[in-house]
């Protein structure tokens, strides 16, 4: 009879450690897609982010870094246009200059 209490003992703790495998089991598979839905949430929560500050930069009427670079470049070119021929015209006038003080003093005829 001992033997037998025994092993019923034995039986139902091996009972309990297969449920409470079964329970770590289902356990982890409810953590895995909690963890799935969680990384799905973050994904959708980026992606709306990123649509509405998208939506911002168009309601601002931003413009994007690489057209602002050209525009800089464009300005840049104007600027040592500009000066180049500011010096130009400076050179032009000093030599009218000379020209007419020339004129002024020869003799009339």
Do not use: I, T
Not at 81 to 102: I, K, S
């Amino acid at each position: 009879m001992a033997r037998q209490g025994e092993r019923a003992q034995q039986e139902g703790s091996m009972a309990g450690e297969g449920g409470r495998a079964k329970f770590m089991d289902d356990l982890a598979g409810v953590a895995g897609g909690a963890f799935s839905v969680l990384a799905g949430l973050r994904n959708e929560a980026e992606a709306m982010a990123k649509s509405q500050a998208e939506a911002v930069v168009r309601r601002l009427d931003l413009v994007k870094r690489e057209e602002l670079d050209a525009a800089m470049e464009v300005a840049r070119r104007a600027r040592e246009q500009a000066e180049a021929l500011e010096a130009r015209v400076a050179a032009l006038e000093h030599r009218l200059a000379e020209l007419e003080a020339g004129a002024e003093s020869s003799p009339e005829s």
